[in-house]
């Protein structure tokens, strides 16, 4: 058993080839998918980074494992308590604990547990190689440590690779060596002189006025990175810009893939491509990163080609999470799933193109805003509880299938459709406060603490922002829902 697990961070599935974008970002990442199973309808439970990848390797959801916020005690997993072993459970059931279990051998090189203190992620690995930059690292000061270990061991047996590509994620920060292959290519179609022009309107952390979450966001040393996107020439460069990085990041990737081929391990590799969030590209008046519980933010590509069981070229289009994940690869191995798991394993999906998916998912956000959204059908219902000061109603709903970058608000058209989100909603709460040691919600601890981290704090100042450049009709409306931020 040899498995190549491509974690690429920030990743939309709508700026890939394999997934119908219009401009050629990854033909190497199609490569893999026209001989894999593609996933449609995958989702992480909880948004963005440390949150999504606590859910990917324990399969549970945030409010199982308390991980939902990027900072303050829902930054850290919960305590197991008096049930703990001399060994915690992610130990030996975690997504890489259950293969380090089971005598395969285990990878990772990534930056991801330092740069967010989050140790747990290491559970289960016999290697991990953090190459110091904390996620400001570019691919080609990845690629040269993962070359190594293919060299060193892609020859032996049973082994995981874990390897993870900041690229797309902001800052933008592909070469300037590499150019821009898409600059003469179409914007995104939905993307016009009106949409940049209601984007200017609007208040909220990491808007066209405030590209680097409160300020402009402009880096010298970053140059693909937009100043602000209040014309079409900063819609260009915040498209061009995030397009780039995975232009960049699949062109590393054919270098790994050739390098396999060349140890004469490729044709029975399986491969696992995927990411731990989306990334806002203007949708609800967020220009950048990955604030918000909704479509854009949640959904990510999940490719996998598994060698001589897989149905080449088969698309998915079941709901599923990634901590779905988990049980699906005990599955495939024929391991014993933890009974802990919140995870559904849906290898059948891939052994046989089987509909293995859920009827509904519930998703989560707590380190910018706090918002839970429930996704089914044709629709994303989105509940605002702290609303990273965009000024966002309590309800909003979205027809994705007509609608897939969230310009239309119909909750006030369809109350009904509210409703029946709510019920969803509220049964899923009821489970899992019903299969939990703990009493209290995350999301609430994390209100009571002050609000999500990425907000604390910052509103009086932001005040003044708002103020100088010409958004100061949003500052009555944000006091009142914010009071406590101007004591």
């Not at 308390?66 to 997504?95: Q, Y």
């Not at 080449?312 to 599955?331: C, F, K, Q």
């Amino acid at each position: 058993m040899r498995m190549l697990f491509l974690d690429l961070d920030t990743l939309r599935p709508d700026h890939l080839g394999c997934y119908g974008y219009h401009r050629p970002t990854s033909p190497n990442i199609d490569r893999i998918a026209a001989q894999g199973v593609r996933f449609d309808n995958y989702y992480c439970s909880d948004a963005p980074c440390l949150p999504s990848r606590a859910a990917l390797v324990s399969g549970q959801h945030g409010i199982h494992t308390g991980v939902i916020n990027h900072g303050g005690l829902c930054a850290d997993m919960r305590p197991e308590g008096e049930s703990r072993g001399f060994f915690d459970r992610l130990r030996n059931e975690s997504l890489w604990g259950m293969m380090w279990r089971r005598n395969i051998h285990t990878a990772s090189i990534s930056t991801f547990g330092g740069r967010h203190s989050a140790w747990w992620f290491h559970a289960g690995f016999n290697e991990v190689h953090d190459i110091g930059y904390g996620g400001g690292e570019s691919a080609e000061q990845v690629t040269p440590v993962a070359l190594d270990w293919i060299e060193r061991n892609a020859a032996g047996d049973n082994w995981c690779l874990h390897l993870n590509y900041w690229d797309p994620h902001t800052p933008y920060r592909a070469p300037a060596e590499f150019g821009n292959p898409f600059a003469d290519m179409p914007l995104p179609a939905w993307i016009t002189e009106e949409t940049v022009a209601d984007w200017k309107r609007q208040p909220g952390g990491h808007s066209a006025w405030d590209y680097g979450m409160w300020k402009n966001g402009g880096n010298p040393k970053r140059p693909r990175q937009p100043d602000t996107v209040c014309d079409m020439a900063g819609a260009r460069q915040m498209i061009d810009g995030y397009d780039c990085g995975i232009r960049y990041l699949d062109g590393h990737i054919g270098r790994l893939l050739d390098a396999l081929k060349a140890k004469g391990v490729l044709d029975d590799l399986a491969i696992i491509v995927t990411s731990d969030h989306g990334e806002n590209l203007g949708e609800l008046g967020c220009c950048s990163e990955h604030g918000t519980s909704d479509y854009i933010t949640h959904r990510i590509p999940m490719i996998i080609r598994w060698p001589g069981r897989c149905k080449a070229g088969h698309v998915d289009t079941g709901l599923h999470y990634n901590l779905d994940l988990a049980p699906t690869l005990a599955n495939l191995l024929k391991f014993e799933p933890a009974k802990h798991w919140d995870g559904r394993s849906y290898a059948a999906s891939i052994t046989d193109g089987a509909e293995s998916g859920r009827n509904e998912l519930i998703l989560s956000q707590c380190c910018h805003g706090c918002q839970r959204s429930v996704r089914w059908g044709d629709w994303m219902y989105i509940r605002t509880y702290h609303d990273f000061y965009h000024l966002y109603p309590k309800e909003m709903l979205f027809n994705i299938r007509n609608d897939p970058h969230e310009q239309h608000n119909l909750a006030e058209q369809h109350p009904e459709i509210c409703a029946d989100a709510t019920r969803r909603y509220l049964d899923w709460h009821d489970r899992m406060m019903a299969t939990m040691q703990h009493d209290t919600d995350p999301l609430w601890t994390v209100m009571k603490e002050g609000g999500p981290f990425h907000s604390r704090g910052h509103l009086a100042e932001y005040c003044k922002r708002l103020e100088e450049t010409g958004r100061g009709w949003a500052i009555p409306e944000l006091k009142a829902r914010h009071p406590g931020e101007f004591k």
